[in-house]
């Protein structure tokens, strides 16, 4: 029920009346209620809608979906190709058009279509795309004065900051939503490999590759995933840190098409509560180092398996996945001040960030003719190698990284190490070679594949 107040008349003698209160407009940012519009204002143009079109392949199934027959004909029936298109937003960085969005809205897209929020428009193409990342650099073409953001250092940021995050969520139209930092250095399964900043600033389908900027008007992440059980917001919004994206503009712009990360050569794990007192510390602390390929920078910067790395240039590393993010925001050919504890107690070293080696010489070969493991490429594995098929640091040998016609039926994948064909031993890419060219009808072959070793058997 509604209930209207009635005005109450106080009557006074004429000498006595109250003094007047004074109605005064505030003058200082103390006085003014709180307002995002000045950020939004100086932030938003700079703020995208990008439109990608992608083509993809798929199977018809014969039987019109029916789950009964597709469970045992699965693969049959015919491929073909449709567009799909994507919806996500983008944040210009120079006022030349380079544009950073997330690698899964644009970064196999055919066709992309940025409209900027004064309904400019400009076709784009992709500089440089980066799954693990998800970060995608664009070039619009003939752009130029056009609005930008700054960067923020993202290592500057602190919990309980103001944010505000804009985007295009769920193409309604540009949207700004408010928050603040939640969390710093969120790294879960559930998130893959990435190190992101937490939000409660809302973030819907479409906010993907839109800005998280302060209260300043500086970027301070790309909005690129929620943790939802609904597909909606639910306040747990995760931006990947101005500092790497900085990174990853910078390689773009010197004509990289891939994200080069600097080479560690090293594996390690979070320092718990058991290990903590297994090493004697007085709590959790850091990473152990548990490998070091003997040319890790690491390594030469005299550390060990078994040392703790505590800091890299005075930023905590209570993971390695801060470790790996804190090395690729630095980027190849910088230098990083590395505080670590070792037998001897702390102690800081200079270690200069380099680029995976791609020695010994990868040595490809390609088995061709009319021989039983045609159409397989193979290397030879070196540190190069392996980071870029995410192989152990301890892989050596021989790997596959292509596999088609009898190769492919026959069951090798990318990624696979060679170990013996038919019960040699297979160390050198030549010995695949020579091992391809016996003629007999009976084959088997030992691979190590995701950690366990797998025996091809066929018969030709």
């Known amino acids: 029920m509604m209930r209207r107040l009635l005005p109450i008349v106080l009557i006074a003698p004429l000498l006595a009346l109250p003094a007047v209160a004074e109605v005064a407009v505030p003058t200082t940012a103390a006085d003014v209620t709180l307002s995002f519009a000045p950020v939004v204002k100086a932030a938003a143009p700079a703020v995208v809608n990008i439109y990608a079109t992608q083509i993809v392949e798929?199977?018809?199934?014969?039987?019109?979906?029916?789950?009964?027959?597709?469970?045992?004909?699965?693969?049959?029936?015919?491929?073909?190709?449709?567009?799909?298109?994507?919806?996500?937003?983008?944040?210009?960085?120079?006022?030349?058009?380079?544009?950073?969005?997330?690698?899964?809205?644009?970064?196999?897209?055919?066709?992309?279509?940025?409209?900027?929020?004064?309904?400019?428009?400009?076709?784009?193409?992709?500089?440089?795309?980066?799954?693990?990342?998800?970060?995608?650099?664009?070039?619009?073409?003939?752009?130029?004065?056009?609005?930008?953001?700054?960067?923020?250092?993202?290592?500057?940021?602190?919990?309980?900051?103001?944010?505000?995050a804009i985007g295009n969520p769920f193409g309604i139209g540009q949207t700004v939503s408010s928050g603040i930092i939640s969390g710093l250095a969120r790294s879960t399964a559930d998130l893959g490999r990435g190190y992101f900043v937490q939000t409660d600033a809302a973030i819907n389908p479409g906010n993907s590759g839109g800005a998280l900027v302060d209260m300043q008007g500086r970027l301070v992440g790309i909005n690129t995933a929620i943790l939802t059980r609904s597909g909606g917001s639910n306040g747990i919004g995760f931006a990947i840190p101005a500092n790497l994206v900085k990174t990853v503009v910078e390689q773009a712009k010197t004509g990289a098409t891939r994200f080069m990360r600097p080479w560690a050569g090293v594996t390690g794990q979070a320092v718990d509560a058991a290990l903590a007192d297994a090493l004697g510390l007085p709590r959790p602390d850091g990473v152990v180092l548990s490998e070091?390929?003997?040319?890790?920078?690491?390594?030469?910067?005299?550390?060990?398996?078994?040392?703790?790395?505590?800091?890299?240039?005075?930023?905590?590393?209570?993971t390695p996945q801060e470790v790996i993010f804190r090395l690729a925001a630095?980027?190849?050919?910088?230098?990083?001040?590395?505080?670590?504890?070792?037998?001897?107690?702390?102690?800081?070293?200079?270690?200069?960030?380099?680029?995976?080696?791609?020695?010994?010489?990868?040595?490809?070969?390609?088995?061709?003719?009319?021989?039983?493991?045609?159409?397989?490429?193979?290397?030879?594995?070196?540190?190069?190698?392996a980071a870029e098929l995410g192989l152990?640091?301890?892989?050596?040998?021989?790997?596959?990284?292509?596999?088609?016609?009898?190769?492919?039926?026959?069951?090798?994948?990318?990624?696979?190490?060679?170990?013996?064909?038919?019960?040699?031993?297979?160390?050198?890419?030549?010995?695949?070679?020579?091992?391809?060219?016996?003629?007999?009808?009976?084959?088997?072959?030992?691979?190590?594949?995701?950690?366990?070793?797998?025996?091809?058997?066929?018969?030709?």
């Open 58 to 164: 798929e199977r018809v199934s014969p039987f019109a979906g029916d789950p009964f027959f597709d469970q045992f004909f699965q693969g049959y029936g015919e491929v073909q190709q449709r567009a799909q298109n994507s919806l996500g937003s983008g944040v210009i960085l120079s006022s030349d058009g380079i544009v950073v969005s997330n690698y899964h809205v644009v970064g196999q897209a055919t066709d992309i279509r940025v409209v900027l929020s004064d309904r400019r428009e400009f076709e784009a193409t992709v500089m440089l795309a980066d799954e693990e990342a998800d970060l995608a650099i664009l070039r619009l073409t003939g752009a130029a004065d056009l609005p930008s953001l700054d960067f923020r250092d993202s290592d500057q940021v602190e919990v309980g900051d103001l944010v505000l």
């Open 292 to 318: 070091i390929h003997p040319d890790s920078p690491f390594a030469k910067a005299g550390l060990r398996p078994g040392d703790v790395v505590l800091s890299l240039d005075g930023a905590a590393t209570n």
């Open 330 to 385: 630095l980027g190849i050919g910088a230098t990083t001040t590395v505080r670590y504890l070792s037998e001897t107690g702390e102690a800081e070293a200079e270690v200069s960030l380099i680029a995976p080696p791609d020695t010994p010489p990868r040595n490809p070969v390609t088995v061709t003719g009319d021989v039983a493991l045609r159409g397989l490429t193979v290397v030879q594995i070196n540190p190069a190698v």
């Open 392 to 460: 152990p640091l301890a892989a050596e040998g021989v790997v596959v990284t292509e596999a088609s016609d009898l190769a492919a039926r026959i069951g090798f994948r990318p990624g696979d190490i060679v170990l013996g064909v038919n019960g040699t031993a297979i160390t050198t890419t030549e010995a695949v070679a020579r091992a391809a060219a016996q003629d007999i009808r009976r084959w088997s072959v030992d691979l190590l594949r995701g950690g366990q070793t797998v025996r091809l058997r066929f018969r030709l």
